[in-house]
């Protein structure tokens, strides 16, 4: 078979991807009960809940906590626009609530920070999915732009939103 000479996939990349391993997530299931030793996070049935720490819980570090300690962010959410200014404490309330909602269900989606440089802010958060509901809640509360762009030979978001 001839090897294409331009960049774009074969159909055959299209048909099966590369399936790339997240560096962050478990190989395997953990012995239960376990903690996370930073945030106390317990890994009970499968899954990563807030619940009361077990007696002989095993201390372990849970995938947030991990891409935390590495500056490794999942999702990146860029804020641009003139309403950033004008309604400051507005969104960033909403955007701390949107977290503890997402959090709450969600144990492992947090915001890891928020930057205000300039005329834009730049929120990262531990997994895709919180990036991508700070986003459309902003837009459906604000209107304005929303983009997404997805990466998944990294496993990362990036989203821009601008009003």
Known sequence: MPMRSDSSPSRWAQAWPERTA????????LREPS??????VVYHRGSWRWLDVPEGAEA??????????????????????????LQRDELMNQIRNVER?????????????IEESGPGW?????????????G?????????????QYNQDEKVVRVHWHA
């Open 22 to 29: 997240d560096t962050y997530k478990l190989r395997g299931k």
């Open 101 to 113: 909602a997402e959090g709450g269900e969600h144990a492992l989606e947090r915001i890891m920070g």
């Open 35 to 40: 903690m996370c030793s930073d945030c106390g």
């Open 122 to 134: 730049l929120v990262t958060t531990t997994g895709v999915h919180l990036a991508r509901r700070l």
């Open 60 to 85: 372990v570090l849970c995938p947030a906590c991990h891409r935390i300690r590495d500056h490794q962010p999942a999702g990146f959410l860029k804020l641009e626009g003139d309403l950033l200014q």
């Open 136 to 148: 459309e809640a902003l837009h459906d509360a604000h209107q304005g732009t929303l983009t997404f």
